[in-house]
């Protein structure tokens, strides 16, 4: 059986090259502007109102464009973002302890195990510096010092302190600001907002993307809408492994349509997973809770030494403690990158040495930092997580240590674009987490705020003036062919969903989807696991078309047939997931291959094979993906085998 076949090299044309710390100035130089008077002509749909698509929204409405938004929740404020709690990187060198737009920058490069652009990533650092004044300027209460200035803290994978926070509420405060930037341009007219729509569907007419068919969620109504362009800041496909931290609306459906359309999509295998959730606690839970990386910069991580050790963590001695972490890599400690820190986390559990029901946890401990800070100083940086913690675990950690795991968090795989952030399709740009863009094999903590901050307020609203210079494009008419048929397979799709009425619910095969992934393509994947895990897969999906049950309708509010066209998407994506974890023998960052492991058991890479992006082509459901390779060149950064040691 073929999985996959390749087709021809895939280059970023918009990248700039020559000196990198330039190389953003020079594109943005480069590109065509649009004059004020004619951007009103211009209109530009955004899909997603979290910090990508917010800001995205908002800056674009500012600068005069025509906005129409969109989101499923009942309020744009509600996007998955506002859920971040620990921080946003920027490279501010306030703490004067070394940082630096290029410590950033390498930083990133290293901690995505050297699988993203540099040239990209060297715009973020530069960039990082402008959303904290824009932030602060909207009135985001960013954590302050005593004299005032904004305070600074820690995340994984550096050693210098350029983590900014608003207590363990980053990302809420951070959407209130974009969402008051937005309310602002709702009110002045210039965005149309459309809260519980989603979009099903992508319109693409003569090669360009022109529009999208969306359900109002509460009507059931489909419509349509055209303009000049379309961006998707639509988020993140954790939830493909059904529990994961993201919100239970996350899903991948529109950049999903988007990809069946002929957008690539790049490096879907890429997933993250944090060590720091509160361990699962049995198979009534449909999502899981992170405990923030933040507190890794004062709790510190343990297990017992000895296997099997069941006593209370009060009862074992500190020389029955280990300290994994500080041990094996004491430059970083706590504070390694989270592929690091949860491969760890897993070993340890491995051995026995797992703490709490099931032994699939290990201790996150603050009794050090109460002792040398006092609880109340503790309380007043991470009160709302030890409390969030309490509520769920009944356990308080002022007195007990949490317990923690890893959970799928993020993923750093989404539509390939290029430097100016557009897909394949002319016309479609994609922001923020669903595209596939910075973050390489690894995402280091606090950076995704950092890019959907970045893509929406400073680099889109530059880059689509080159493409929307050549504008407004000719107006698409509602029965031309495309549109037709793009709504057609909206409805369609709908029919087919709610005709099978079998037997079993959208969440059991949500479910066992979920299980299948993590077992074979979650934090170690072999050869072995993962042609099994298509197999299965595979043999789900036809079940799923031929026993799902979907009651109601489509002319009402009907969340399992939401569900069931996210958990559709959810299928064909994981297929594509696996067939990208196999055809990657290397281990690099969160994409850890059994294989291929140095002798201490790390990440193995193989550079002079895979130093490249895979963007993968839709040729259709259960048909091998064609493989279009984008090569990787580091000037800069030169690959190293990563060590936090
Ligand atoms: C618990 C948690 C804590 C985190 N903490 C941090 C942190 O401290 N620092 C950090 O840097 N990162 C953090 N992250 C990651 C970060 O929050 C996300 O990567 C980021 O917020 C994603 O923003 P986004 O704008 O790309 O997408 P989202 O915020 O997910 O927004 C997606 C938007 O798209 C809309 N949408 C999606 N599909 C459709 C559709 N088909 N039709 C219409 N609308 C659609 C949704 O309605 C929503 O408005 C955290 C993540 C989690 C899960």
Redesign the pocket.
């Known amino acids: 059986m073929k999985l996959w076949n390749e087709g021809d090299p895939i280059a970023d044309k918009a990248a700039p090259d020559g000196p990198i710390e330039t190389r953003w100035e020079r594109r943005q130089f480069g590109a065509k502007l649009v004059n004020p008077a004619n951007r009103r002509k211009l209109t530009v749909i955004v ?7 917010g800001s995205a929204a908002a800056t674009l409405a500012e600068a005069g464009y025509k906005v129409r938004s ?4 009942d309020s ?1 404020r509600r ?3 506002i ?6 990187n920027a490279a501010k060198n306030y703490r004067n302890d070394g940082d630096s737009v290029y410590r950033l920058f390498y930083d990133t490069v290293k901690g995505g195990d050297f699988r993203a652009r540099e040239s990209n990533v060297y715009r973020l650092a530069q960039v990082s510096v402008n959303i904290i004044d824009q932030c602060v300027a909207q009135g985001v209460p960013f954590a302050r010092e005593y004299g005032g200035l904004l305070d600074n803290r820690s995340f994984g994978g550096t050693q210098v302190s350029r983590t900014f926070y608003a207590r363990g509420q ?2 809420q405060q951070l959407l209130l600001g974009a969402y008051q930037a937005m309310e602002r341009q709702i009110a002045a007219g210039n965005i149309e907002m459309h809260a519980r ?3 099903l569907e992508l319109v693409v007419v003569d090669g360009r993307a022109r529009g999208v068919v969306v359900r109002d969620l509460v009507t059931g109504e489909i419509t349509t809408d055209f303009a000049d362009a379309v961006v998707l ?4 496909y954790g939830n493909v492994f059904f529990l994961s ?2 919100a239970k609306g ?2 991948v ?2 950049t999903w349509r988007a990809h069946r359309k002929g957008a690539l999509f790049a490096n879907p295998c890429y997933t993250q997973i944090h060590p720091t959730c509160i361990p699962e606690s049995g198979t009534h839970q449909s999502k899981l809770t ?1 405990m ?1 990386e933040s507190l890794r910069n004062d709790g510190r991580v343990w297990v017992p030494k000895r296997a099997g050790d069941d006593r209370k963590p009060a009862d074992i001695a500190e020389d029955e403690r280990d300290y994994y972490l500080e041990r094996i890599y004491p430059s970083f400690g706590n504070l390694v990158p989270r592929d690091i820190a949860s491969r760890a986390a897993k070993n340890v559990c491995d051995e026995g040495r797992g703490v709490g029901p099931g032994g699939l946890g290990v201790y996150l401990d603050f009794a050090d930092a109460i002792t040398r800070l006092g609880r109340p100083a503790v309380e007043a940086k991470y009160g709302n997580l030890f409390e969030m913690y309490q509520r769920i675990t009944g356990e308080d950690p002022y007195v007990t240590p949490m317990r923690i795991y890893p959970a799928v ?2 993923t750093m795989g989404g539509l390939w674009v290029d430097y100016d952030l557009q897909s394949t399709i002319p016309g479609l740009f994609v922001i ?3 595209n596939f863009s910075d973050h390489g094999a690894n995402r280091l ?6 890019q ?1 901050l970045a893509d929406g307020y400073f680099v889109l609203p530059n880059t689509i003036n080159d493409y929307l210079a050549a504008g407004p494009y000719p107006a698409v008419a509602a029965d031309d062919p495309a549109v037709v048929s793009a709504r057609a397979s909206v409805e369609d799709r709908i029919s087919a969903l709610l005709a099978v009425d079998g037997d079993r619910t959208v969440d059991s095969f949500h479910r066992e989807l979920g299980h299948i992934m993590w077992e074979y393509c979650g934090m170690d994947r072999t050869e072995q696991g993962l042609t099994k895990a298509i197999s299965l897969i595979r043999a789900l999906r036809e079940e799923f078309w031929t026993r799902v049950k979907v009651p109601g309708t489509g002319e009402q509010l009907n969340q399992n047939l939401e569900r069931a066209g996210r958990v559709a998407d959810f299928f064909e994506l994981a297929e594509l997931m696996c067939v990208d974890a196999l055809h990657r023998t290397e281990s690099c960052g969160g994409h850890f291959r059994a294989e291929s492991q140095t002798p201490d058991g790390e990440a193995l890479r193989h550079d002079d094979a895979f130093s490249y992006v895979a963007a993968w082509e839709f040729t259709g459901t259960g048909e091998p993906p064609v493989l279009h390779k984008e090569a990787l060149g580091f000037e800069y950064v030169h690959p190293t085998q990563r060590s936090y040691k």
């Open positions: 899909v997603g109102t979290g910090l990508a698509g969109y989101c499923y929740q744009p996007a998955h973002s859920a971040a709690q620990g921080g946003i980053t990302g729509h989603e979009m800041a639509s988020g993140g931290t993201n996350c899903n459906t529109a992170l923030s968090h993020y923020g987490e669903a903590g606090a950076s995704a705020l950092m959907g």
